[in-house]
């Protein structure tokens, strides 16, 4: 029961649990964490959750998040365009660039397959991704989508139409990866591995 506590301090609590991962005694803390702390700390991390989305686009190639378009990464000459990795979320892009490995270019779906969620392949950037590979120039997918139950579900719908564009190489990152894991949580060492021990698909 926190109906004591001023209207403004539960308002935050309530706004920090609808946080994934923080349940309610991590909301607490983080509220009075930020009731303790002077203003000089406050007002910096105010700005930066309202200014959050200012200038931040998707890129019209990739579908990771930018502030030109196309991204920094699929504007840069220095990669190898001939390669995209399939990823379901942007965090898994951070999660790769991390091992510092990866040199070729990506393809965010912003999930993944999951018709008990109503997920379909309508609401994922598949049909983007068809286009890509469609233009040419394009000469190996890697499919690295979770390695849980929606993620394969999501390679094998992805392997469909991949298989039939000619001279395309299909692989499938390595299983280094925990089966229900998420690309965001491991380490660089795992995912370097894993992308390094990938497989035709």
């Known amino acids: 029961m926190t109906n004591f506590l001023p209207k403004s301090v539960r308002s935050l609590i309530e706004e920090f649990s609808k946080l994934p991962g923080i349940g309610p005694k991590s909301a607490e803390r983080l509220t009075m964490y930020l009731l303790h702390s002077p203003h000089s700390k406050i007002e910096p991390l105010g700005r930066a959750v309202m200014d959050v989305k200012k200038g931040i686009e998707f890129c019209r190639d990739c579908w990771n998040i930018a502030e030109e378009n196309p991204c920094a ?7 190898d365009h001939s390669i995209i990795c399939v990823v379901e979320e942007i965090l898994d892009v951070v999660a790769i660039e991390r091992t510092g490995e990866y040199k070729g270019l990506y393809h965010v779906l912003h999930g993944h397959l999951s018709p008990v969620d109503g997920i379909g392949p309508e609401e994922l950037k598949i049909r983007a991704l068809e286009e890509r ?11 690295a989508t979770n ?3 929606e993620g394969e579900t999501t390679a094998l719908y992805l392997l469909k139409f991949l298989n039939n564009v000619k001279g395309l190489k299909v692989t499938r990152i390595a299983r280094g990866l925990p ?3 998420d690309l965001e949580y491991a ?14 698909y």
């Open 147 to 149: 390695p849980g139950l």
């Open 187 to 200: 380490d660089e060492q795992t995912l370097t591995k894993a992308l390094q021990g990938r497989a035709e």
């Open 179 to 181: 089966i229900g894991g």
């Open 73 to 79: 990464i699929c504007s840069d000459r220095g990669r």
């Open 133 to 143: 590979v469609s233009k040419g120039g394009v000469q190996e997918v890697i499919l």
